[in-house]
C-alpha cells in the first residue's frame, strides 16, 4: 500500500457523460500527478499540481479538468466522455514539486465509458 | 516531440537467466531515469532510477546502466524469478518542461 488513495474504484457510465475522480496523496505530499493508462498508449502524464496550483501539464485533452484543494486532495473532472476515454487513471504524490521525486502510485480508477 | 522508446515488447525469459530492457529518449538535458514495475492489475510501483551524475546503480538483482552520450540507459534483472513477471516501464524527466514521458512498457514472462 503506497499510501495514496483513489475513488472510485470503477466507473462505468455512457459518452457525452460528466464524472469525477478523487485522489487523496499521501501524508505530507504536496504534488499530486494525474496519468492515463490505455492498452495501446501506455502511461500518459496529464497534469501536476503542487501545494493548489499547477505545476506541468501534459497531453490532456481540454474535455478534462483538474483541480487541487487545500487540503491537497485532487479532483480529475472528465466530460463529454467518448469511448475513447475509457482507461485506468492513476494519480501518483510526490513530497515535492519535482518530478524527479519519487511518485507513488495509487490503486488507480477504472473508467468504461459505454 | 520528445519521447522515450522502450524495447523489447514483450520478452520472455528462462528462470533463472537474466533480463535486459532498453530505453533511448531524446532530451539531452534529461537527468532522472526511473523504472517502474507494474504487476497484473495493480500500480506501477517505483523498483530503481537513476541521475545522470552516475552511470550504474544497483540494488540486489536490478542494475540499471546510462549511457548520457547514446541517450541510451537500461534495466537489468539478473536471476530470474517468477515473480519478477510483470510490465516494465521506463521513463526520464523533460528538463525542459520538467514533467515525466514513460516508455511504452516491456511485458516480461519469466518461463518454468
Known amino acids: 500500500d503506497s499510501g495514496v488513495t483513489q475513488t472510485p474504484k470503477h466507473l462505468i457510465t455512457a459518452t457525452g457523460q460528466r464524472v469525477t475522480l478523487r485522489c487523496s496523496p499521501r501524508?505530507?505530499?504536496?504534488?499530486v500527478y494525474w496519468y492515463q493508462q490505455s492498452l495501446d498508449q501506455g502511461l500518459q502524464f496529464l497534469i501536476q499540481?503542487?501545494?493548489?496550483?499547477?505545476?506541468a501539464k501534459g497531453n490532456i485533452l481540454e474535455r478534462f479538468s483538474a483541480q487541487q484543494f487545500p487540503d491537497l486532495h485532487s479532483e480529475l473532472n472528465l466530460s463529454s466522455l467518448e469511448l475513447g476515454d475509457s482507461a485506468l487513471y492513476f494519480c501518483a504524490s510526490s513530497v515535492a514539486g519535482s518530478v524527479t521525486d519519487t511518485q507513488y502510485f495509487g490503486p488507480g480508477t477504472r473508467l468504461t465509458v459505454l | 516531440g520528445e519521447n522515450v522508446e522502450q524495447h523489447p515488447s514483450t520478452l520472455s525469459v528462462q528462470e533463472g537467466d537474466s533480463a535486459v530492457i532498453k530505453c533511448t529518449y531524446s532530451?539531452?538535458?534529461?537527468?532522472?531515469f526511473p523504472w517502474y514495475k507494474q504487476e497484473l492489475g495493480k500500480r506501477p510501483q517505483l523498483i530503481i532510477d537513476i541521475r545522470s551524475n552516475v552511470g550504474e546503480k544497483k540494488d540486489q538483482r536490478i542494475a540499471v546502466t546510462l549511457n548520457k552520450t547514446a541517450k541510451h540507459f537500461s534495466l537489468h534483472i539478473t536471476e530470474t524469478q517468477p515473480e519478477d513477471s510483470a510490465v516494465y516501464f521506463c521513463a526520464a524527466n523533460l528538463n525542459r518542461d520538467d514533467k515525466i514521458i514513460f516508455g511504452k512498457g516491456t511485458r516480461l514472462h519469466i518461463l518454468p
Open positions: 499540481y503542487y501545494n493548489g496550483e499547477e505545476r
Open positions: 532530451d539531452s538535458a534529461s537527468n532522472y
Open positions: 501524508s505530507g505530499d504536496l504534488s
